[in-house]
């Protein structure tokens, strides 16, 4: 009887021998996917201070991605074109006033950018939670990865607190954010300048596998370039004329537009890539290979977009006492 009851005394430590190792195991790969962070940012850094933060955002993203499945690629969007120009310090986000410049009417953003309207409205939200708390560049980082959950991607987990500038840059947003017109060293010059390798730059477009591009950013590649599938051009031409509807829309991805998986790189193998610049990543040069591990492989495609999404959003945050948190995301305090 003493030898049985000792066994059940044993069983439960040994069940909780078990439990903390794996917990161990999931606490070391959480932290894996974030060695590239930025030491100053930390994923928990709204745990105390507001922690209803992160799921007042998911809730409203999700929502407006329901409501609307384009947003998600908007979202995601005003991320890239944030962190892209002065870093991740919500610098798109600042309006125009008259004695101030921002990057909205760049020639990359103009009449194409949205989406500031979700990012206001979870502002809005947070401010009543939590005063003053929660950046808007945080709740840019933070919509994209929930953007893209929403949509079928895989997930990753934000290191948090960056501040707001309160600067923005006309010409940077025109000279650094890559234009669809670009050729392959081009595009490969273009994500170097901001550090990253070409494979990270080849999952990072795979952005595109969602979305929409306007007439006027793709009408010279389906009436002008041979490396193009035939029945796609003339499908493409059907919503955007030689001349007149600039603004006509056309998915990124013909195959499957509003899901985050793989399909973008199989089109490009298609010849169906929507613009100049995404059909460079399939055109006899050195990305050939790595569209081609992509199209076979969605899991490597969701796994490696994750990891440079999570390298792209550590772009020179400001932190500490830089900057500031904007009360409204389009004006500075």
């Not at 500038?165 to 300048?193: G, M, R």
């Not at 399909?263 to 055109?283: E, P, T, V």
Request: aromatic letters at 8%; proline letters at 5%; glycine letters at 8%.
């Amino acid at each position: 009887m003493a030898g049985s009851s000792h066994q059940m005394v044993i069983f439960p430590d040994f069940k909780l021998k078990i439990c903390l190792f794996l917990c161990l195991v999931g606490i070391v790969s959480a932290l894996d996917i974030t060695s590239s962070a930025d030491s100053q940012l930390n994923p928990s850094f709204y745990g105390l201070k507001c922690p209803l933060a992160l799921l007042t955002i998911k809730t409203l993203v999700t929502a407006a991605v329901l409501k609307e499945p384009r947003m998600g690629a908007s979202l995601l969007r005003l991320h890239f074109h944030d962190c892209f120009v002065q870093g991740c310090d919500a610098s798109v986000l600042l309006k125009d006033t008259a004695t101030f410049k921002g990057e909205q009417n760049a020639f990359p953003n103009a009449n194409s950018l949205r989406g500031f309207e979700v990012i206001e409205n979870i502002k809005t939200k947070l401010e009543i939670l939590c005063p003053g708390v929660v950046s808007c560049a945080d709740i840019l980082a933070v919509a994209a990865r929930d953007s893209v959950v929403a949509l079928g991607g895989l997930g990753w987990q934000v290191p948090l607190g960056r501040r707001d500038s309160t600067t923005a840059s006309f010409s940077e947003a025109n000279s650094d954010l890559p234009a669809p017109f670009l050729d392959l060293k081009a595009l490969i010059a273009a994500f170097q300048k901001k550090g990253f390798t070409v494979e990270e730059m080849v999952a990072l477009s795979g952005g595109h596998t969602i979305g929409r591009g306007r007439c006027v950013t793709f009408r010279s590649r389906i009436y002008n370039e041979s490396n193009i599938d035939p029945t796609y051009a003339n499908l493409m031409r059907a919503n955007c004329p030689v001349t007149g509807g600039d603004d006509s829309l056309s998915p990124l991805d013909i195959t499957s537009p509003d899901f985050f998986d793989s399909a973008y790189y199989r089109n490009l193998i298609s010849r169906k890539g929507l613009f100049h610049s995404d059909q460079q990543l399939f055109s006899g040069g050195s990305t050939d290979s790595k569209v081609k591990d992509y199209a076979t492989n969605p899991l490597l495609f969701r796994s490696d977009f994750a990891k440079a999404m999570l390298k792209m959003s550590n772009l020179s945050p400001l932190t500490g006492t830089q900057g500031q948190n904007r009360k409204v995301c389009s004006r500075v305090n």
